[in-house]
């Protein structure tokens, strides 16, 4: 079964520092990436996806994200953080085993960032 | 957010009752899903459904069901709710099972 796993459970950082959040997922085989955030009191939004292409994906509010397939990764950046990113984030992913998934996501734990004014 | 309607909103109820959380949708979009949001587990699948009638199970099925008699309907039913259940509970849904998952805004459960 696939896995993905968050690197860090809580991030602090202050405004306008960079920001690398870890993820790295068990399936070798095609897969598709998200990332998603949560607001404190919301539902999961999603940041930006990745399904083929370039590797470099960039999504909403100046984040983006990488996949690098040698290591399994699809790790989440920002170059400056801002007060109004504190949120909790997560990894997740669809692998296509068999060529149908039904589009199941597989999360990861999540990061909850704080990011201090 | 892309049509979902989740409920209750929030609901408390006793341990052995049967409870049903309803998820409605105006998309008419094929695929929807039912997520539990605990701390320290991120979001595990319970259900999911790829048309109507057409249910299985997640990683974390034991002890909930799951209905979809019409494309805008998928109920989740604890068939009798323990402490364990105590969670946040969300409706996701998709169109196609290329493109990403819209989610509704969650049903906080409690479990006493």
């Known amino acids: 079964a696939q896995s993905v796993s968050q690197h860090n459970h809580h991030v602090i950082l202050s405004e306008a520092a960079s920001l690398e959040l870890g993820c790295n997922y068990s399936y070798g085989g095609t897969v598709n990436l998200f990332w998603y955030v949560q607001y404190p009191g919301q539902h999961l939004q999603l940041l930006l996806k990745?399904?083929?292409?370039?590797?470099l994906v960039k999504g909403i509010k100046g984040f983006e994200a990488e996949f690098i397939k040698s290591k399994f990764s699809f790790n989440l950046r920002k170059p400056s953080v801002q007060w109004s990113d504190t949120a909790e984030y997560f990894c997740?992913?669809?692998?296509?085993?068999?060529?149908?998934?039904?589009?199941?996501?597989?999360f990861g734990q999540g990061t909850i960032l704080t990011v201090h004014p | 957010d892309a049509g979902i309607t989740q409920s209750p909103r929030h609901k408390v109820t006793e341990t052995g009752t049967p409870v049903t959380l309803r998820c409605h949708q105006t998309e008419n979009h094929r695929y929807m899903y039912w997520y539990r949001q605990d701390p320290g587990h991120g979001l595990r699948l319970i259900h999911y459904?790829?048309?109507?009638?057409?249910?299985d199970k997640g990683e974390v099925s034991d002890g909930y069901s799951v209905s979809r008699s019409k494309t805008e309907d998928f109920l989740l039913t604890l068939e009798s709710a323990t402490s364990s259940q105590t969670s946040v509970y969300f409706c996701?849904?998709?169109?196609?099972?290329?493109?990403?998952?819209?989610f509704g805004n969650g049903t906080r459960l409690t479990v006493t």
């Open positions: 990745y399904f083929s292409g370039d590797p």
């Open positions: 997740a992913v669809t692998s296509y085993a068999g060529g149908t998934s039904y589009g199941k996501l597989t």
């Open positions: 459904s790829y048309g109507v009638k057409d249910t």
């Open positions: 996701a849904l998709r169109d196609g099972k290329d493109s990403p998952l819209h």
